[in-house]
T-cell receptor, first 110, second 113 residues
Framework: GQQVMQIPQYQHVQEGEDFTTYCNSS?????IQWYKQRPGGHPVFLIQLVKSGEVKKQKRLTFQFGEAKKNSSLHITATQTTDVGTYFC??????????FGAGTTVTVRA | NAGVTQTPKFQVLKTGQSMTLQCAQD?????MSWYRQDPGMGLRLIHYSVGAGITDQGEVPNGYNVSRSTTEDFPLRLLSAAPSQTSVYFC????????????FGDGTRLSIL
């Protein structure tokens, strides 16, 4: 299936700081989805990006799709304890199979 | 509206036993899938279905069977449990193709001794 690399694998953030997690592919993507999984929970859909260079914001979260549609980023500003969890990107290699990255696990120091 | 319901939430099996993980959705979604989640490996697709009567293999199908007799239900069967199948299993559904946002159940935490 489609391979995507997520970096970093772990992100330890001081409360109030910003951070960015990245999702990279060696091939051009048709779209990319982002999910958040709280500890002990299930993945929850955050957003989907489709267009080259697309930028979408959800409060303190900013999602970007690269111009070449081979990478994506999630930037969180002013990190809060509610941001703790694992963030996954997911891509399709056809219309049916969705492949997930390994995720970035975020911990927050108060 | 319950969304995606998985049962059981926890299960311990002995090597060689068989069991069925249940998944039901009440959103009339055509597309359903099963994933397993292991530490550091994200979610890996086991099997998926694009509609009643149609199933196909994902990335890690060996040791698992599925069927889709109704739109609502998509059970996952472990034929002969092995310790390597110890994992958290998630069922997901969506309105259509895999490119659509997935709705996940709460998961089944399965341990094989």
């Amino acid at each position: 299936g489609q391979q995507v690399m997520q970096i970093p694998q772990y992100q330890h953030v001081q409360e109030g700081e910003d951070f960015t997690t990245y999702c990279n592919s060696s091939t051009t993507l048709s779209n990319i989805q982002w999910y958040k999984q709280r500890p002990g929970g299930h993945p929850v859909f955050l957003i989907q990006l489709v267009k080259s260079g697309e930028v979408k914001k959800q409060k303190r979260l900013t999602f970007q799709f690269g111009e070449a549609k081979k990478n994506s980023s999630l930037h969180i500003t002013a990190t809060q304890t509610t941001d703790v969890g694992t963030y996954f990107c997911a891509v399709t290699d056809n219309d049916y199979k969705l492949s997930f990255g390994a995720g970035t696990t975020v911990t927050v120091r108060a | 509206n319950a969304g995606v319901t998985q049962t059981p939430k926890f299960q311990v099996l002995k090597t060689g036993q068989s069991m069925t993980l249940q998944c039901a959705q009440d959103m009339n979604h055509e597309y359903m899938s099963w994933y397993r989640q292991d530490p550091g490996m994200g979610l890996r697709l086991i099997h998926y279905s694009v509609g009643a009567g149609i199933t196909d293999q994902g990335e890690v199908p060996n040791g698992y069977n599925v069927s889709r007799s109704t739109t609502e239900d998509f059970p996952l069967r472990l034929l002969s449990a092995a310790p390597s199948q110890t994992s958290v299993y998630f069922c997901a559904s969506s309105t259509g193709q895999g490119a659509m946002p997935q709705h996940f159940g709460d998961g089944t935490r399965l341990s094989i001794l």
